[in-house]
């Protein structure tokens, strides 16, 4: 079992950790390398904590969280004392704008992480949401206690990604599949695809993921399943999904999401799991 203390630091839309107990057994453990191209919050990648490991994510911001926690992380806490520190609805505001200004390219890279932490704990639902300028722009949470430092957290995160075998990229995940050999492992949590026009929520990065981008992760799903590269992959339960990977094994699990544009209401809705394992005398649940 991994270290305890590890836990996703950011909330991060799609989350993974309430379905942890539907895809952590079907994961290979025995893999010579974990791979997870869309990485995000790391719900699945913290909880699995493995010794060698590739973690990609388009997200400029949020990688240099994970490489600022990983080099700087007394420098990080103190950055993040300060936030605490001030932390009032009309700071929030001022450290949300930084990104509108030119001089925002001049922050280094533990203010920016900093920042971004910091908007993730204070900001409404805690989530890291950007327009299409790719500004950040949720607006202040107002919550009473927020745990804007996270020292504990963060500590134990630095030891495990400088421990461990862990290459952090930043980039487009075909790059990263490109390179790998049989034996590793791929977990695959794209941007789903919307189920219906209130639920088109793509704003991760600027540009989201068309239903095209879905045709072409299957492609590339197909080109792993060829190099006999066993993958699992969550996406949306819809009849897209369902189609585009007819050929596949799928498994229906719930989860509970926002289910329209008003953020309180929350339901449970069905998504899938779709899977594939490269030998099959090799056990999904070792
Ligand atoms: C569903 S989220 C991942 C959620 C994550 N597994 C978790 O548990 O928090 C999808 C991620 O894909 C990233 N992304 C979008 N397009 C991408 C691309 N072309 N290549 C790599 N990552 C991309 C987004 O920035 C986002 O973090």
Redesign the pocket.
């Known amino acids: 079992m991994g270290n305890m203390l590890i836990t996703?630091i950011l909330k991060?839309?799609?989350?993974?950790?309430q379905l942890l107990d539907c895809i952590m057994p079907l994961i290979n453990k025995n893999c010579s390398t974990y791979v997870?191209?869309?990485?995000?919050?790391?719900?699945?990648f913290f909880e699995l904590q493995p010794k060698k490991a590739i973690i990609?994510?388009?997200?400029e911001e949020?990688i240099n969280v994970y490489l600022t926690i990983r080099d700087y992380p007394d420098e990080l806490i103190a950055k993040l004392e300060k936030h605490k520190a001030n932390n009032t609805e009309e700071y929030f505001y001022a450290i949300r704008a930084l990104d509108r200004d030119s001089e925002y390219k001049k922050l280094t890279n533990i203010e920016r992480a900093s920042r971004i932490i910091y908007l993730n704990k204070t900001c409404y639902n805690g989530l890291y949401r950007v327009n299409s300028a790719g500004q950040f722009n949720a607006p202040y949470g107002k919550y009473k206690n927020p745990n804007i430092v996270n020292a504990t957290t963060i500590k134990a995160m630095s030891k495990y990604l400088k421990g461990a075998k862990i290459d952090i990229r930043q980039?487009?995940?075909?790059d990263v599949l490109k390179g790998l050999r049989k034996g590793a492992f791929v977990y695959l949590?794209?941007?789903?695809m919307p189920i219906s026009s209130s639920s088109s929520f793509t704003g991760?990065?600027e540009?989201g993921?068309s239903y095209e981008?879905q045709v072409e992760l299957k492609l590339e799903c197909d080109k792993l399943k060829a190099k006999g590269i066993s993958f699992l992959q969550?996406n949306s339960d819809c009849p897209e999904i369902r189609e585009l990977y007819k050929d596949y094994e799928i498994i229906t699990v719930q989860a509970k999401r926002r289910i329209n544009s008003n953020a309180l209401k929350r339901g449970e809705i069905s998504e899938v799991l779709i899977y594939y394992v490269s030998n099959a005398k090799q056990s999904v649940s070792e």
């Open positions: 996703p991060w839309v799609g989350g993974k950790r997870e191209p869309f990485v995000g919050g790391g719900a699945v990609n994510d388009y997200n949020l980039g487009d995940y075909k949590d794209p941007p789903y991760y990065t540009g993921f981008k969550s």
